[in-house]
């Protein structure tokens, strides 16, 4: 086979990128920056004093500071020109040099602060003053002169103008794009009123962006529309865009995030729990049972206690489950009263298990639903009316069960109905066309301590709360194959292990797993137990040896497993909701006082010193005892650029094959996400290490069934030191190991799934026409397209791979990623699946160009080709050896 020029390879690697069309604007002087939004946007135009520092400093180019040129709030007696009553500013006199240099100096002190770029406003306020042709020509020659100062004095920094239509052929060498407000709806300032623009009004402003056009500007359009009318304000914004501008629909004072001509799609759903009838969320149905099934659909679940104050908010709200396991909240016409308004505000509201109000038709009516006490008792027969097998009868055989209320939903269409012997009927389940319910045991039934669904809530939710279909942010799969992630728990690092006497569960795990598995693998140790005062100094040493020997290893990443290893780290009221999740295990430490800054930062602190000769960074916290984290815990690891993972109960096995025990991906704590491990570890699947000691290989069972039908999890080996300490838990590590390796997977380190779940739960997605754009950090760079649709081979998309039914469309380069979608394959060449990641990637006619980074097998597949040569290069990084694959496809 002839080999290709690896230089012709590289070019079109190095300059290939995502290229997006348009510069998206947002005119924002709020406080609140969402990941998402950042992302979206190109340019922002802020408050310069509303942005936090840590942002301006990580996109010094993406921000504009708001500045204001003829109009201030405070200007000196000899510099005033006149004043706007509609804003209550003076207008300077930019004639007067002393004003001129006082707002280059303005400029430069933001400059010192980090801006590099600014928007120019209240360029035309001298037309309120002054009326001479003179005086108003020589404002102008002013104008253009600070303009040039300006940008002589920043030449790299971008320039937006306000209007200043007068001055815009003068001062294009220094600007390059123009905004103008109002051009069909816009504001009174006095009385913030909402204004429809008079139509000869638009055609003049209209005239004026299209000179502006001609000259060479960018011109950005922004109108205002309440944020309630969302319809008409997607509607304004493609109008705009139509006509060639650039659109930005926001509210009259710009502090909420406004409107272009994509549709952002809300992807929160608010799932009500009641606190008095669990002590923690985690605990929750609405978290264990009904957030999983979200999640698949790309929704955020956002857990709110029904005790507390309801949520006024609703914009990035699709939908509200009530599951308050409870029969009915004390709030209950308030509660009612919020819910008709989110009806009516288009949200989809489910209630499962039970209504939250009292049984009284006042309460039901405005559903459309009939109640009435049931007249017949206790086991007498029932004829049974409908029971649809596509969303009933799951996991559990259907029974009918005595209800002392009866409800008939007519409007409804029944799931599960039956009558009684005095012809009352009872819908247990209905799809309604405001959404839905589910009734206690047609919801989920208790059999064994076990919970089963008797509705299908991958299949229900969907119809019930009208999902969309949207490109779903997918962190199980990278690159078309399932994600493969390894980490240990440091539990059991010092102690002896009965395999081979007088070594260390450390010395035998090194050997017998983490270099005979050169995977990527996140490695944690409790720093408690190698620094015990139970042990002597030539103990620790050696252990401390055996650390520095698997830290250094190249596939291995440093991990945090705390300093004592708590057991609690929320104080909750019932010890007893503890025994499904992991034995208690807390070191006691002489002298110590659990110190949470001391647990996370003292032992990353340790770490980095102690193993420095590792050249590693300690960048993730493994949670230990109940993984139970508090707000406070993860706002220090958010603070400090550390990720974290551990809890969940993700331990589906075929004897227990039921999604309630299949975990979501995460929960969050007022606004900080704790991820979990993808599967459960080996205490659990061995009784909490009582036995049986090969146990864990019952995980590749669970790896299978959160694989299909749908794939739910990646494949997480996740286990603990101590399972080197007996000959029957090792062979049941090398056993999944074996497993998992002979599978076609994409391996990373726990850190980076976190990054990708965390990238799941902040980035936002947006619509237009056949076009969807993911807006997130770029960890994540896998969406997932529902059956019958496919990426097209350009902007982002670098290929797809097909499973259960469903396209895995694996994106390059940059946030935020940009795709079209179609209802037929691609016929141009694409890269189907690969082991490595991503770097980039360039379609060009029949060839395809991209560059991978493997840090285990070195495999790629490609589709609609006939041939691919490729070279290879080893790639020392930071101890990390990886191979680099640059390929040429056609």
């Known amino acids: 086979m002839k080999l290709l020029c690896l230089g012709k390879i590289l070019f079109f690697l190095i300059f290939s990128y995502t290229e997006l069309n348009a510069a998206r604007t947002a005119f924002y002087y709020g406080k609140n920056f969402p990941p998402s939004e950042i992302s979206f946007y190109d340019r922002i135009i802020v408050q310069p004093d509303n942005l936090p520092s840590n942002l301006l400093s990580k996109y010094p180019e993406k921000f504009f500071a708001y500045f204001s040129v003829c109009e201030k709030n405070n200007i000196q007696k000899d510099l005033i020109l006149g004043e706007n009553t509609s804003w209550n500013s003076k ?75 007068e001055i815009m052929k003068e001062a294009k060498p220094y600007a390059s794009a123009l905004a103008a407000e109002s051009l069909y709806f816009g504001i009174n300032p006095k009385e913030k009123e909402y204004l429809k623009i008079k139509e000869e009004d638009s055609a003049w402003l209209k005239e004026k962006l299209l000179q502006a056009k001609q000259l060479g500007y960018e011109v950005i359009v922004i109108d205002y529309l309440p944020t309630d009318k969302k319809a008409e304000r997607i509607s304004l914004a493609r109008k705009i865009k ?52 979200l ?22 709200t699709h939908a509200v489950i009530f599951l308050t396991e409870s029969e009915y909240a004390d709030n209950n016409k308030r509660l009612l009263d919020w819910t008709i308004r989110a009806i009516n505000s288009g949200k989809k509201i489910l209630f499962l298990g039970s209504f939250p109000f009292p049984p009284e038709p006042s309460y039901f009516s405005p559903f459309g639903i009939t109640i009435s006490k049931n007249k017949a008792r206790p086991g007498e027969p029932n004829i049974l009316l409908s029971l649809d097998k596509y969303y009933s009868v799951f996991e559990s055989p259907f029974y009918f069960y005595h209800s002392d209320y009866l409800l008939n939903a007519q409007v409804c269409r029944s799931i599960i ?41 991958y299949y229900f939710f969907k119809e019930a709360l009208a999902l969309k279909d949207f490109p779903v942010p997918d962190p199980t799969t990278q690159n078309g194959r399932r994600v493969l992630v390894s980490h240990i728990d440091g539990d059991g690092f010092s102690s002896f ?33 190698i620094e015990s005062p139970s042990l002597d100094e030539k103990q620790k040493e050696r252990l401390k040896k055996s650390a520095l020997e698997i830290f250094s290893l190249p596939w291995v990443e440093m991990a945090n497993h705390s300093f004592s290893h ?32 001391e647990e996370i930062l003292g032992t990353k602190k340790w770490l980095e010193k102690e193993f420095s000769l590792s050249g590693k960074k300690n960048e993730i916290f493994f949670w230990t005892g109940d993984c139970v984290a508090p707000q406070s815990a993860l706002k220090i690891l958010k603070e400090n650029g550390m990720r974290n993972i551990n809890g969940g109960y993700t331990v589906a096995t075929r004897e227990n094959p039921y ?146 039914s469903v396209s895995y469309v694996h994106l390059y380069g940059n946030p935020p990623f940009e795709i079209e979608v179609s209802n037929s394959p691609e016929k141009k060449p694409y890269l189907k699946n690969s082991s490595c990641y991503l770097e980039n990637f360039k379609s060009e006619g029949e060839k395809i160009y991209f560059s991978l980074s493997c840090s285990f097998k070195t495999e790629f597949e490609t589709e609609n080709t006939s041939k691919c040569v490729s070279k290879k290069e080893k790639i020392y990084s930071q101890e990390i050896i990886k191979e680099k694959i640059y390929a040429q496809c056609q």
Not at 567 to 572: A, G, I, Q, S, T
């Open 497 to 529: 292990s009965e395999i081979k006497k007088g070594y260390y569960n450390a010395e035998i795990l090194k050997k017998e797993i983490l270099e005979k598995y050169p995977i990527p693998h996140s490695v944690s140790i409790i720093r408690g137990e």
């Open 417 to 457: 109905s039956f009558k009684n012997n005095y012809d009352q009927i009872h819908s247990q389940a209905s799809l309604c066309p405001w959404g839905g319910y589910a009734l206690s045991e047609s919801w989920v039934t208790q059999i064994d301590n076990k919970e089963l669904f008797q509705i299908n809530p």
């Open 566 to 597: 708590p057991f609690k780290w929320v104080n909750l009221s019932s010890a007893g909701e503890y025994d499904n999740i992991e034995q208690l295990y807390s070191l006691n430490i002489p002298g110590y006082s659990f110190n949470i800054n």
């Open 295 to 316: 999640e698949y659909h790309g929704y955020i679940p956002k857990i709110k206690d029904i005790r507390e104050p309801l949520p006024q908010n609703l914009e990035e």
């Open 91 to 165: 207008i300077g006199d930019i004639r007067k040099e002393k004003y001129s240099s006082l707002l280059i100096d303005e400029i430069s002190s933001l400059y010192d602060k980090g801006f590099r770029n600014f928007f120019l406003d209240t360029l035309d306020s001298y037309f309120l003053v002054l009326k001479n042709q003179k005086d108003i020509k020589d404002y102008e020659i002013s104008l253009i002169n600070f303009i040039s100062q300006a940008k002589n004095k920043f030449p790299n920094s971008q320039f937006i103008l306000n209007r200043g239509f």
């Open 659 to 804: 999604l309630s025990l299949i975990a979501p991906f995460g929960i969050e704590r007022d606004g900080y996400y704790q991820i979990y491990s993808g599967q459960q570890n080996e205490n659990i699947y061995t009784n909490l290490w009582s036995g049986p000691f090969w146990g864990y290989s019952k995980a590749i069972e669970t790896f299978e069934l959160t694989e299909k039908p749908l794939r739910l999890k990646p494949i997480n080996i996740y286990y603990h030191f101590y399972s080197a300490q007996k000959q029957a838990s090792i062979n049941a590590l090398k056993k999944v190991y074996d497993y998992a390796i002979s599978l076609k997977t994409n391996p990373i380190y726990a850190s980076q799934y976190a990054d990708t779940v965390n990238d799941f739960y902040e980035s936002g997605i947006y619509n237009y026409g056949s076009s969807w754009i993911f807006a997130g950090n770029g960890s994540l760079k896998t969406l997932r397209l529902s059956q019958n649709y496919y990426p097209e081979i350009k902007y982002s998309a670098a290929g797809f791979e097909k499973n259960n």
């Open 242 to 293: 139509q006509e060639g501008f650039t659109p930005y629909v926001s509210d009259y004072n710009l502090e909420k995030w406004g409107q272009t001509e994509y549709e952002k799609i809300p992807r929160e759903i608010i799932i009500f729990f009641d606190s008095q009838k669990v002590s923690d969320k985690v605990y929750s149905q609405a978290h264990r049972l009904a957030s999983a099934p």
